[in-house]
Protein backbone atom coordinates (compact mmCIF):
# COMPACT_ATOMS: atom_id res chain seq x y z
CA UNK A 1 0.00 0.00 0.00
CA UNK A 2 1.04 3.52 -1.14
CA UNK A 3 0.15 6.33 1.50
CA UNK A 4 1.52 10.02 0.95
CA UNK A 5 1.93 12.01 3.60
CA UNK A 6 -0.88 14.50 2.20
CA UNK A 7 -2.95 14.87 -1.31
CA UNK A 8 -4.42 17.63 -2.74
CA UNK A 9 -6.31 15.49 -5.25
CA UNK A 10 -8.55 13.99 -2.72
CA UNK A 11 -10.08 17.18 -1.41
CA UNK A 12 -10.32 18.95 -4.35
CA UNK A 13 -12.22 15.88 -5.70
CA UNK A 14 -14.39 16.04 -2.90
CA UNK A 15 -15.10 19.72 -3.18
CA UNK A 16 -14.98 20.20 -7.24
CA UNK A 17 -18.65 20.87 -7.43
CA UNK A 18 -18.44 23.48 -5.19
CA UNK A 19 -15.82 24.97 -6.32
CA UNK A 20 -15.28 25.14 -9.77
CA UNK A 21 -18.33 27.56 -10.16
CA UNK A 22 -16.78 29.82 -7.36
CA UNK A 23 -13.47 29.96 -9.35
CA UNK A 24 -15.50 30.37 -12.49
CA UNK A 25 -17.88 33.18 -10.93
CA UNK A 26 -14.41 35.81 -10.04
CA UNK A 27 -13.44 34.72 -13.73
CA UNK A 28 -16.77 35.72 -15.25
CA UNK A 29 -16.42 38.83 -12.80
CA UNK A 30 -13.04 39.74 -13.79
CA UNK A 31 -12.60 40.59 -9.85
CA UNK A 32 -9.50 39.21 -9.53
CA UNK A 33 -7.30 41.62 -7.70
CA UNK A 34 -9.02 42.56 -4.07
CA UNK A 35 -12.79 43.28 -4.70
CA UNK A 36 -15.68 41.66 -3.15
CA UNK A 37 -15.17 38.20 -3.02
CA UNK A 38 -11.69 38.95 -0.76
CA UNK A 39 -13.68 41.67 1.14
CA UNK A 40 -16.33 38.67 1.49
CA UNK A 41 -14.13 35.85 2.86
CA UNK A 42 -12.08 38.28 4.58
CA UNK A 43 -15.47 39.25 6.71
CA UNK A 44 -16.57 35.21 6.77
CA UNK A 45 -13.30 34.19 8.14
CA UNK A 46 -13.15 37.33 10.96
CA UNK A 47 -16.50 35.78 12.36
CA UNK A 48 -15.55 32.13 12.45
CA UNK A 49 -12.37 32.91 13.84
CA UNK A 50 -14.47 35.43 16.45
CA UNK A 51 -12.02 38.46 15.27
CA UNK A 52 -12.80 42.15 15.46
CA UNK A 53 -10.41 42.37 12.20
CA UNK A 54 -9.29 40.62 9.36
CA UNK A 55 -6.76 41.94 6.41
CA UNK A 56 -6.27 38.91 3.57
CA UNK A 57 -2.40 39.04 1.88
CA UNK A 58 -0.79 37.05 -0.66
CA UNK A 59 0.60 34.76 1.70
CA UNK A 60 1.52 33.59 5.07
CA UNK A 61 4.89 34.97 5.11
CA UNK A 62 3.86 38.32 4.55
CA UNK A 63 1.34 38.50 7.18
CA UNK A 64 3.93 37.99 9.61
CA UNK A 65 5.83 41.08 8.03
CA UNK A 66 2.39 42.89 7.72
CA UNK A 67 1.53 42.27 11.36
CA UNK A 68 5.28 43.14 12.50
CA UNK A 69 5.15 46.16 11.13
CA UNK A 70 1.70 47.27 11.94
CA UNK A 71 2.38 46.88 16.11
CA UNK A 72 5.59 49.06 15.23
CA UNK A 73 8.55 46.72 14.86
CA UNK A 74 11.14 48.39 13.10
CA UNK A 75 15.01 47.89 12.18
CA UNK A 76 16.60 47.41 15.14
CA UNK A 77 14.08 45.81 17.56
CA UNK A 78 13.92 42.75 18.62
CA UNK A 79 11.49 40.17 18.54
CA UNK A 80 11.52 37.09 20.47
CA UNK A 81 10.53 33.89 18.62
CA UNK A 82 11.31 30.26 19.09
CA UNK A 83 13.83 28.54 16.91
CA UNK A 84 11.79 25.25 15.83
CA UNK A 85 9.15 26.47 13.61
CA UNK A 86 9.27 27.33 9.49
CA UNK A 87 12.16 29.59 8.62
CA UNK A 88 9.69 32.26 7.95
CA UNK A 89 9.13 32.87 10.91
CA UNK A 90 12.56 34.50 11.92
CA UNK A 91 13.02 35.56 8.53
CA UNK A 92 9.92 37.64 8.58
CA UNK A 93 11.61 39.68 11.38
CA UNK A 94 14.85 39.93 9.72
CA UNK A 95 13.41 41.26 6.32
CA UNK A 96 12.32 44.84 8.21
CA UNK A 97 16.00 44.60 9.57
CA UNK A 98 14.63 44.03 13.32
CA UNK A 99 16.68 40.71 15.15
CA UNK A 100 15.20 37.11 15.94
CA UNK A 101 16.06 36.41 19.27
CA UNK A 102 15.81 32.48 19.79
CA UNK A 103 14.14 31.25 23.07
CA UNK A 104 13.88 27.69 23.89
CA UNK A 105 10.70 25.65 23.71
CA UNK A 106 8.38 23.14 25.92
CA UNK A 107 9.50 19.49 25.27
CA UNK A 108 6.32 18.31 25.60
CA UNK A 109 4.44 20.34 22.90
CA UNK A 110 7.20 22.11 20.82
CA UNK A 111 5.22 25.52 22.08
CA UNK A 112 7.60 28.74 23.23
CA UNK A 113 8.46 27.99 26.90
CA UNK A 114 7.47 30.88 28.57
CA UNK A 115 9.57 30.58 31.49
CA UNK A 116 12.53 31.44 28.71
CA UNK A 117 11.17 34.52 27.43
CA UNK A 118 11.51 36.81 30.53
CA UNK A 119 15.38 36.41 30.70
CA UNK A 120 16.12 36.87 26.82
CA UNK A 121 14.22 40.81 26.95
CA UNK A 122 16.09 43.60 26.85
CA UNK A 123 15.75 47.35 26.18
CA UNK A 124 15.59 46.95 22.38
CA UNK A 125 12.53 43.79 22.76
CA UNK A 126 9.82 45.13 21.00
CA UNK A 127 7.44 41.84 20.41
CA UNK A 128 7.07 38.37 21.08
CA UNK A 129 6.26 36.41 18.41
CA UNK A 130 4.85 32.95 19.39
CA UNK A 131 4.04 29.85 17.25
CA UNK A 132 1.45 27.51 17.83
CA UNK A 133 3.49 24.82 16.13
CA UNK A 134 1.86 21.88 14.09
CA UNK A 135 -1.67 23.28 15.94
CA UNK A 136 -0.72 23.41 19.56
CA UNK A 137 -1.65 26.98 21.41
CA UNK A 138 1.06 28.34 23.07
CA UNK A 139 0.18 29.58 26.88
CA UNK A 140 -1.10 32.96 25.64
CA UNK A 141 -2.27 33.68 29.43
CA UNK A 142 2.02 33.47 30.17
CA UNK A 143 3.27 35.26 27.22
CA UNK A 144 0.27 38.15 27.57
CA UNK A 145 1.44 38.68 31.19
CA UNK A 146 4.91 38.91 30.37
CA UNK A 147 4.32 41.59 27.57
CA UNK A 148 1.94 43.72 29.51
CA UNK A 149 4.61 43.82 32.11
CA UNK A 150 7.30 44.95 29.63
CA UNK A 151 5.10 46.72 27.20
CA UNK A 152 5.92 44.41 24.72
CA UNK A 153 3.44 43.55 21.92
CA UNK A 154 2.65 40.31 20.62
CA UNK A 155 1.90 38.99 17.45
CA UNK A 156 0.55 35.20 17.28
CA UNK A 157 2.09 32.51 14.29
CA UNK A 158 -1.12 30.91 13.64
CA UNK A 159 0.23 29.93 10.03
CA UNK A 160 -0.32 26.03 10.90
CA UNK A 161 -3.34 26.44 13.67
CA UNK A 162 -6.33 27.50 12.01
CA UNK A 163 -9.01 26.04 14.28
CA UNK A 164 -7.20 25.48 17.09
CA UNK A 165 -8.22 26.88 20.52
CA UNK A 166 -6.83 28.39 24.08
CA UNK A 167 -9.42 28.63 26.60
CA UNK A 168 -12.74 28.56 23.98
CA UNK A 169 -11.10 31.23 21.75
CA UNK A 170 -9.89 30.51 18.78
CA UNK A 171 -6.26 31.19 17.79
CA UNK A 172 -5.61 34.43 16.06
CA UNK A 173 -7.46 36.12 18.54
CA UNK A 174 -5.89 36.37 22.10
CA UNK A 175 -2.55 38.62 21.05
CA UNK A 176 -2.56 42.06 19.38
CA UNK A 177 -2.69 40.35 15.58
CA UNK A 178 -2.71 36.72 14.51
CA UNK A 179 -1.00 35.30 11.30
CA UNK A 180 -2.35 33.02 8.90
CA UNK A 181 -1.03 30.97 6.06
CA UNK A 182 -3.59 29.34 3.39
CA UNK A 183 -0.58 27.14 1.48
CA UNK A 184 -2.19 24.82 0.15
CA UNK A 185 -1.57 21.90 2.53
CA UNK A 186 -2.73 23.88 5.35
CA UNK A 187 -5.77 22.80 7.33
CA UNK A 188 -7.91 25.48 5.25
CA UNK A 189 -5.41 25.90 2.21
CA UNK A 190 -6.14 27.80 -1.54
CA UNK A 191 -4.87 26.68 -4.57
CA UNK A 192 -2.06 29.00 -4.35
CA UNK A 193 -0.66 31.31 -1.77
CA UNK A 194 -2.93 33.15 0.69
CA UNK A 195 -2.70 34.78 3.84
CA UNK A 196 -4.35 36.73 6.35
CA UNK A 197 -3.89 38.95 9.39
CA UNK A 198 -6.57 39.49 12.19
CA UNK A 199 -6.22 42.43 14.18
CA UNK A 200 -7.53 43.42 17.96
CA UNK A 201 -8.11 47.29 17.03
CA UNK A 202 -9.33 49.22 13.88
CA UNK A 203 -5.98 51.65 13.69
CA UNK A 204 -3.96 48.21 13.43
CA UNK A 205 -6.04 47.17 10.85
CA UNK A 206 -6.11 50.14 9.16
CA UNK A 207 -2.10 49.88 8.69
CA UNK A 208 -2.30 46.48 7.82
CA UNK A 209 -4.35 47.43 4.86
CA UNK A 210 -2.20 50.23 3.99
CA UNK A 211 0.75 48.41 4.10
CA UNK A 212 -0.85 45.46 2.09
CA UNK A 213 -1.38 48.34 -1.10
CA UNK A 214 2.03 50.42 -1.47
CA UNK A 215 0.66 52.78 1.65
CA UNK A 216 -1.20 54.63 -0.66
CA UNK A 217 -3.91 56.82 -0.94
CA UNK A 218 -6.05 58.39 1.77
CA UNK A 219 -5.19 55.16 3.75
CA UNK A 220 -1.56 55.45 3.73
CA UNK A 221 -1.77 58.64 4.84
CA UNK A 222 -3.91 57.78 8.25
CA UNK A 223 -1.51 54.88 8.49
CA UNK A 224 1.56 57.09 8.71
CA UNK A 225 -0.12 58.78 11.39
CA UNK A 226 -0.74 56.46 13.60
CA UNK A 227 2.86 54.65 13.19
CA UNK A 228 4.39 58.15 13.74
CA UNK A 229 2.41 58.15 17.06
CA UNK A 230 -0.28 60.28 16.09
CA UNK A 231 -3.97 59.52 15.41
CA UNK A 232 -5.71 58.83 12.28
CA UNK A 233 -8.15 61.95 12.64
CA UNK A 234 -5.68 64.14 12.76
CA UNK A 235 -5.25 63.80 9.19
CA UNK A 236 -7.31 66.02 7.05
CA UNK A 237 -7.96 64.98 3.34
CA UNK A 238 -9.76 66.56 0.62
CA UNK A 239 -13.24 65.42 -0.44
CA UNK A 240 -13.36 64.13 -3.09
CA UNK A 241 -16.25 63.37 -6.15
CA UNK A 242 -17.07 62.43 -9.37
CA UNK A 243 -14.81 59.33 -8.76
CA UNK A 244 -11.48 61.11 -9.22
CA UNK A 245 -9.38 60.64 -6.11
CA UNK A 246 -6.33 62.76 -6.00
CA UNK A 247 -4.31 60.44 -3.57
CA UNK A 248 -4.53 57.08 -5.39
CA UNK A 249 -0.92 57.53 -6.42
CA UNK A 250 0.07 59.39 -2.89
CA UNK A 251 2.35 56.89 -0.91
CA UNK A 252 2.94 58.01 2.90
CA UNK A 253 4.73 54.50 3.80
CA UNK A 254 7.03 51.88 2.00
CA UNK A 255 4.26 49.16 1.66
CA UNK A 256 4.22 45.64 -0.09
CA UNK A 257 2.02 44.54 -3.24
CA UNK A 258 0.39 41.67 -0.89
CA UNK A 259 -3.30 41.77 -2.00
CA UNK A 260 -5.10 38.22 -2.03
CA UNK A 261 -6.12 37.15 -5.60
CA UNK A 262 -9.97 36.82 -5.84
CA UNK A 263 -9.61 33.26 -7.23
CA UNK A 264 -7.84 32.41 -3.77
CA UNK A 265 -10.82 34.09 -1.38
CA UNK A 266 -13.46 32.36 -3.99
CA UNK A 267 -11.99 28.92 -3.43
CA UNK A 268 -11.30 29.65 0.47
CA UNK A 269 -15.03 30.68 1.04
CA UNK A 270 -15.79 27.20 0.05
CA UNK A 271 -12.95 25.27 1.82
CA UNK A 272 -13.82 27.66 5.53
CA UNK A 273 -17.57 25.88 4.79
CA UNK A 274 -15.78 22.60 5.49
CA UNK A 275 -13.25 23.77 8.32
CA UNK A 276 -15.14 22.37 11.28
CA UNK A 277 -15.52 19.14 9.63
CA UNK A 278 -11.82 19.14 7.83
CA UNK A 279 -10.57 19.85 12.02
CA UNK A 280 -13.11 17.44 13.18
CA UNK A 281 -12.27 14.82 11.26
CA UNK A 282 -8.05 15.47 11.80
CA UNK A 283 -9.04 15.14 15.51
CA UNK A 284 -10.46 11.76 14.90
CA UNK A 285 -7.35 10.61 13.24
CA UNK A 286 -4.73 11.77 15.94
CA UNK A 287 -6.73 10.14 18.25
CA UNK A 288 -7.21 6.74 16.39
CA UNK A 289 -3.31 7.04 16.16
CA UNK A 290 -2.86 8.06 20.20
CA UNK A 291 -4.41 5.21 20.92
CA UNK A 292 -2.83 2.68 18.76
CA UNK A 293 0.91 3.19 18.36
CA UNK A 294 3.07 1.61 20.74
CA UNK A 295 4.86 2.62 23.43
CA UNK A 296 8.48 3.14 21.74
CA UNK A 297 6.98 6.52 20.45
CA UNK A 298 6.24 9.65 22.38
CA UNK A 299 2.83 10.97 21.37
CA UNK A 300 1.99 14.52 20.79
CA UNK A 301 0.17 16.30 23.77
CA UNK A 302 -1.76 19.31 24.02
CA UNK A 303 -2.50 22.13 27.16
CA UNK A 304 -5.06 21.16 28.84
CA UNK A 305 -7.16 24.60 28.73
CA UNK A 306 -6.60 24.12 24.51
CA UNK A 307 -7.94 22.72 21.35
CA UNK A 308 -5.54 20.83 18.85
CA UNK A 309 -6.35 21.34 15.56
CA UNK A 310 -3.80 18.98 14.64
CA UNK A 311 -2.32 20.41 11.68
CA UNK A 312 0.01 17.64 12.44
CA UNK A 313 0.54 14.56 14.33
CA UNK A 314 4.35 14.10 15.74
CA UNK A 315 5.66 11.43 17.07
CA UNK A 316 8.60 11.88 18.53
CA UNK A 317 11.82 8.84 18.89
CA UNK A 318 15.51 8.55 19.02
CA UNK A 319 15.69 6.23 16.16
CA UNK A 320 14.04 9.15 13.34
CA UNK A 321 16.19 8.23 10.73
CA UNK A 322 15.77 4.55 10.37
CA UNK A 323 12.18 5.07 11.38
CA UNK A 324 11.50 7.66 8.34
CA UNK A 325 13.86 5.26 5.75
CA UNK A 326 11.57 2.33 7.12
CA UNK A 327 8.41 3.77 6.64
CA UNK A 328 9.46 5.30 3.43
CA UNK A 329 10.23 1.77 2.02
CA UNK A 330 6.65 0.32 2.93
CA UNK A 331 5.27 3.22 1.37
CA UNK A 332 4.23 5.54 4.11
CA UNK A 333 5.22 9.08 3.45
CA UNK A 334 6.37 11.08 6.18
CA UNK A 335 7.44 14.52 7.26
CA UNK A 336 10.56 15.51 9.31
CA UNK A 337 9.61 19.04 10.45
CA UNK A 338 11.83 20.53 11.39
CA UNK A 339 15.74 18.74 10.78
CA UNK A 340 17.55 21.99 11.82
CA UNK A 341 16.30 24.72 14.69
CA UNK A 342 16.70 28.04 13.49
CA UNK A 343 19.35 29.45 15.58
CA UNK A 344 21.43 26.56 13.77
CA UNK A 345 20.58 27.61 10.50
CA UNK A 346 23.61 29.27 8.50
CA UNK A 347 21.64 32.43 7.28
CA UNK A 348 21.52 33.51 11.45
CA UNK A 349 25.32 32.31 11.53
CA UNK A 350 26.16 36.24 12.55
CA UNK A 351 23.42 36.26 15.89
CA UNK A 352 26.21 34.19 17.70
CA UNK A 353 24.00 30.81 18.68
CA UNK A 354 26.29 27.45 18.63
CA UNK A 355 24.97 24.06 19.03
CA UNK A 356 23.55 23.16 23.02
CA UNK A 357 22.41 26.46 23.26
CA UNK A 358 18.78 25.65 23.10
CA UNK A 359 18.72 21.88 24.25
CA UNK A 360 15.01 21.41 23.95
CA UNK A 361 14.39 22.56 20.09
CA UNK A 362 17.37 21.06 19.08
CA UNK A 363 16.85 17.72 20.52
CA UNK A 364 12.96 17.67 18.78
CA UNK A 365 14.64 18.75 15.45
CA UNK A 366 16.70 15.34 16.33
CA UNK A 367 13.47 13.44 17.18
CA UNK A 368 10.31 14.38 15.36
CA UNK A 369 8.60 12.81 12.65
CA UNK A 370 5.17 13.67 11.33
CA UNK A 371 2.56 11.01 9.67
CA UNK A 372 0.34 11.35 7.46
CA UNK A 373 -2.95 13.22 8.82
CA UNK A 374 -5.11 14.78 6.49
CA UNK A 375 -9.16 14.60 6.24
CA UNK A 376 -9.46 12.37 3.51
CA UNK A 377 -7.25 9.00 4.96
CA UNK A 378 -9.36 6.16 4.96
CA UNK A 379 -9.92 3.95 8.12
CA UNK A 380 -7.62 0.87 5.84
CA UNK A 381 -5.04 3.48 5.28
CA UNK A 382 -4.83 4.84 9.12
CA UNK A 383 -4.51 1.01 10.33
CA UNK A 384 -1.83 0.03 7.46
CA UNK A 385 0.54 2.97 8.85
CA UNK A 386 -0.06 2.12 12.52
CA UNK A 387 1.05 -1.46 11.85
CA UNK A 388 4.41 -0.16 10.23
CA UNK A 389 5.35 2.24 12.65
CA UNK A 390 4.78 -0.46 15.00
CA UNK A 391 6.35 -3.25 13.28
CA UNK A 392 9.54 -0.96 12.86
CA UNK A 393 9.71 -0.86 16.83
CA UNK A 394 8.99 -4.36 17.02
CA UNK A 395 11.89 -5.43 15.57
Avoid at 62 to 67: G, K, N, Q, T
Avoid at 80 to 95: D, G, Q
Avoid at 232 to 245: H, I, P, R, S
Amino acid sequence: MNIPFFDLKRQYEALRAEMEPAVLEVLAGCGYIGGKTVEDFERRAAEWLGAAHAAACSNGTDALVLALRACGVRAGDEVITTPFTFFATAEAVASIGAVPVFADILPDDFTLDPARIEEKITPKTRAILPVHIFGAPCDMDAIGEIARRHGLKVVEDAAQAIGCEYRGRKIGTTADAGCFSFYPTKNLGGVGDGGMVTASDPDTALVLRSLREHGAGKQGARARALLDGGAAETVVLQETAGGYDPYKYCNSLIGYNSRLDGIQAAALSVKLNHLEEFNRRRAEIAEYYSRNLCGAVVKPSCRPEGRHCWHQYVIRTARKDGLCAFLNSQGVGVGTFYPIPLHLQKAFDGLGYRKGDLPNAEKAAAETVCLPIFPELTGEELEYVVSRVNAFFAR
